[in-house]
């Protein structure tokens, strides 16, 4: 089931999706053209360090406020990966895991950090800061994908104890992500991944949105895509 899923994000965010998709934001622009990707472990700290370059300014791009919560709109540089959701702590269900780096200045969904250090904890979503998500197809949305919802009442559901209170697979876990020149990068420690080195990653620029009010249309949903490191989303990217 996980090659299949595997295919399945290929073939919605390959070829001539893809092509199609990346021209129609204000947002396609060099900041979200990715050069590369790239997750290493450094073995003598006991983290792995995920990387992505641009050809324009990382991070530098930030989205611009609908100024409510529904509608509002998130740019992200997403690391799709081979991990399984239980890995971080997610109970076990069918999706990509995926690691996004994301802003949004619309709203703040890291409860428990304060990213821009004013001791004030929740009005800081549009500095740039990591998510676990699961991703599954979705053909209500333009992009194909959305983050796995799920009902409030299922008690079947378990979800790291650092998630934002969202009926979502998402996680907040509070990664230090840094940004200068053409880099944008977080620091994993190996125990918050289930101290898994052995795994396939991808990179994906993309814009998705919040949405509150429309039944048909999912919480957070993927609308379009901008670049993919691979060019197919083969994820042919080994841990260095």
């Known amino acids: 089931m996980r090659t299949k ?5 290929g073939l919605l965010l390959g070829g001539s999706f893809f092509t199609s998709c990346a021209q129609k934001s204000p947002y396609n622009t060099p900041d979200f053209q990715i050069s590369a990707a790239q997750v290493t472990h450094e073995t003598d700290l006991g983290v792995t360090v995920w990387e992505m370059a641009v050809k324009g300014n990382a991070g530098a791009t930030i ?3 609908a100024g409510q919560l529904d509608g509002a709109p998130v740019l992200g540089y997403v690391f799709p990966t ?3 959701p239980t890995d971080v702590g997610f109970s076990a269900t069918e999706g990509i895991l995926a690691l996004a780096l994301t802003s949004h200045p619309d709203f703040d969904d890291t409860p428990l950090w304060d990213e821009n250090s004013d001791s004030i904890l929740d009005n800081d979503g549009v500095v740039w800061h990591p998510h676990w998500v699961v991703l599954t197809e979705d053909k209500r949305v333009a992009g194909g994908l959305s983050v796995k919802q799920f009902k409030k009442a299922d008690e079947t559901v378990v979800l790291p104890p650092t998630n934002p209170g969202m009926p979502m697979y998402m996680d907040s876990p509070g990664y230090p992500v840094l940004t200068g020149g053409n880099i944008i990068k977080v620091v994993v420690p190996d125990y918050r991944i289930n101290n898994r ?5 991808d990179g994906v620029a993309a814009f998705m949105k919040v949405n509150t009010s429309k039944e048909d249309l999912p919480m957070l949903g993927v609308y379009e895509v901008y670049s993919v490191a691979s060019g197919d989303l083969s994820l042919p990217y080994s841990v260095k």
């Not at 899923?5 to 994000?9: E, F, G, P, Q, T």
């Not at 080195?197 to 990653?201: A, G, P, S």
């Open 82 to 84: 081979s991990l399984q």
């Open 5 to 9: 899923n595997l295919i399945m994000l």
């Open 197 to 201: 080195t052995d795994f396939k990653y």
């Open 63 to 65: 989205p611009t406020p």
